[in-house]
């Protein structure tokens, strides 16, 4: 029997769920779709993120063609699209792996509607995390709210399972040959999709995403501490590589496991993390919209629209903000100690609706991923589950000092105070630097201003 293996966040070729079992039933084929319910949202033509989809596709097609194979490349609505393709294949079956997002479990639903009207089986599978939310349960067989237990319950689990990873073969001599004259190389797509080519600090593939892995298991022992230090390297950089499935996370959990350290236990607890995020957007879809403690709806914020701007441009007055936006709209990057502090900066000192900020970051993040990016700014406005308390706000002078206490990383992006000597460069003094943003409010009286519109959420 024939079988069509629809791709979507797995842009790979091996250790791949949905495509094994494919090729396990039969000859197979493989799809992607350019979703204009997707790219529609996106105002900047020149997304990188699309420049890394396809660059990720086009490695992917250059081994298929070798296997005398492609991709069949597509532009439409999925649930027209995959059931016209699907019928013109005269395939019995159509595989994808999972999906947690809410339009994605809407779309799947739409699309196995109507290939069962043609009587095809739509099966989906387990890929994108390494638990599923029916996995990972409480003693009473429900899901958890609060982080370190699931955590617990999540080792727990895969000490039972003798800490084996599982891996899926994927014997690409079971695809279907055949000529495929609008293949993703030669073919112009991102004409027909309405987007250009941009340049990426990070470029897509799995070549590249195992090359970074090696790269940081050399590392990784040093993780739990250098990862704070944004002018180091002391992080994976594989999150986008995750994100649009160039590397599986199996592949992540039993590279984390190989070393004994302290620094490769924190970084599997951030991949239980990224489980664990991806559990509650599946099981509490609200969070895309509202808060996830209700109460904290009720927050009035006074944040101004010119403060919210300043915030996005790095125009701040805050050296360790400032550099931090800076590069991540120059990049598209932003490093995890940074995300936390720019998140907790725009909430509780410019008093801007976390809502914005999140929506900011799904415009221009490299490794946007609704779970992950909606649970980090919950958890920064304290309005997530097993947020940090709301009273608990990062103050960006003693986070600079500490993590980056040279300035090396502010220097790189706030070039006006390359010449800052000592504190200057966290605490610089406008008259000897006045090409640099006087701060654009009082860290102090804000935080005050703060704790008194939070008061709203005391006690609940």
């Not at 919210?308 to 990049?331: E, H, L």
Request: include cysteine.
């Amino acid at each position: 029997m024939k079988s069509l293996c629809w791709i979507r966040r797995d842009l790979r070729l091996h250790d791949h769920a949905a495509l094994s079992k494919a090729l396990e039933r039969g000859e197979t084929s493989i799809v992607f779709i350019f979703d204009p319910h997707i790219l529609d949202k996106l105002d900047d033509k020149e997304d990188k993120r699309l420049t890394f989809i396809i660059d990720s596709l086009k490695e992917m097609e250059e081994t298929l063609q070798k296997k005398g194979s492609s991709i069949h490349i597509l532009y439409g609505t999925p649930e027209e699209e995959i059931p016209l393709l699907a019928h013109e294949l005269k395939v019995s079956y159509v595989f994808s792996n999972r999906d947690y997002e809410p339009y994605a479990k809407i779309r799947d639903q739409l699309v196995a509607k109507k290939l069962a009207a043609l009587n095809i089986e739509f099966e989906l599978f387990k890929d994108t995390v390494y638990y599923e939310k029916n996995e990972v349960l409480t003693n009473m067989g429900g899901t958890y709210k609060v982080f370190t237990p699931y955590k617990n319950k999540w080792l727990e689990k895969f000490e039972s399972q003798g800490k084996i990873v599982p891996t899926y073969d994927c014997p690409l001599n079971g695809l279907i040959k055949f000529e495929n004259k609008k293949n993703i190389i030669d073919f112009d797509w991102y004409k027909i999709i309405g987007f250009k080519e941009a340049p990426v600090l990070l470029p897509g593939g799995s070549k590249a995403a195992k090359k970074r892995l090696k790269t940081f298991a050399d590392k990784i022992d040093d993780y739990k501490d250098a990862r704070n230090y944004p002018a180091i390297d002391g992080t994976s950089q594989l999150s986008v590589h995750l994100r649009f499935g160039t590397i599986s996370i199996r592949e992540l959990v039993q590279e984390s496991i190989t070393h004994r350290s302290d620094g490769a236990s924190t970084w599997l607890s951030e991949l239980i993390w990224r489980d664990f995020y991806h559990m509650i957007l599946d099981v509490h879809p609200e969070v895309e919209k509202v808060a996830f403690k209700p109460v904290y709806d009720n927050i009035k914020w006074p944040g101004t629209q010119a403060h919210f701007q300043a915030w996005c441009d790095g125009q701040t007055g805050f050296p360790i903000v400032d550099a931090a936006m800076r590069c991540f709209k120059q990049t598209g990057m932003m490093h995890n100690r940074l995300r936390m502090i720019v998140a907790s900066f725009l909430c509780k000192i410019l008093l801007v609706d976390w809502r914005k900020g999140e929506k900011y970051f799904a415009e221009k993040l490299l490794d946007y991923d609704l779970a992950a990016n909606n649970g980090g700014w919950q958890w920064s406005s304290s309005s997530g589950c097993d947020a940090q308390p709301y009273f608990r706000i990062f103050n960006p002078y003693t986070q600079s000092e500490k993590f980056d206490a040279e300035g090396k990383f502010i220097c790189i992006w706030c070039p006006e105070l390359a010449k800052a000597k000592n504190k200057q460069i966290h605490h610089p003094d406008i008259l000897l630097f006045p090409d640099y943003p006087k701060p654009i409010v009082s860290y102090d009286n804000n935080r005050i201003r703060c704790l008194e519109i939070y008061s709203v959420v005391k006690g609940s």
